[in-house]
């Protein structure tokens, strides 16, 4: 992470249509929330609040 807070990273995926999974009409973000998910409570698995957020995009190639 940087002095300003943004955080760059890349991530290596086996799923061949992220273009059509992730990458739609109306983007595509990431939540990270202070605790793990129950996968059980609904709508954040009761895993707290949240800590940091940031838009996901295509890395341009």
Not at 8 to 37: N, P, W
Request: charged share 30%.
């Amino acid at each position: 992470m940087s002095s300003n807070g943004r955080l760059e990273i890349e991530v290596m995926t086996c799923v061949s249509d992220m273009d059509k999974q992730l990458f739609d009409r109306d983007g595509a973000a990431l939540v990270i929330h202070k605790g793990a998910d129950d996968y059980n409570s609904q709508p954040s698995g009761a895993a707290g609040p949240r800590i940091a957020c940031g838009v996901i995009k295509k890395r341009d190639t």
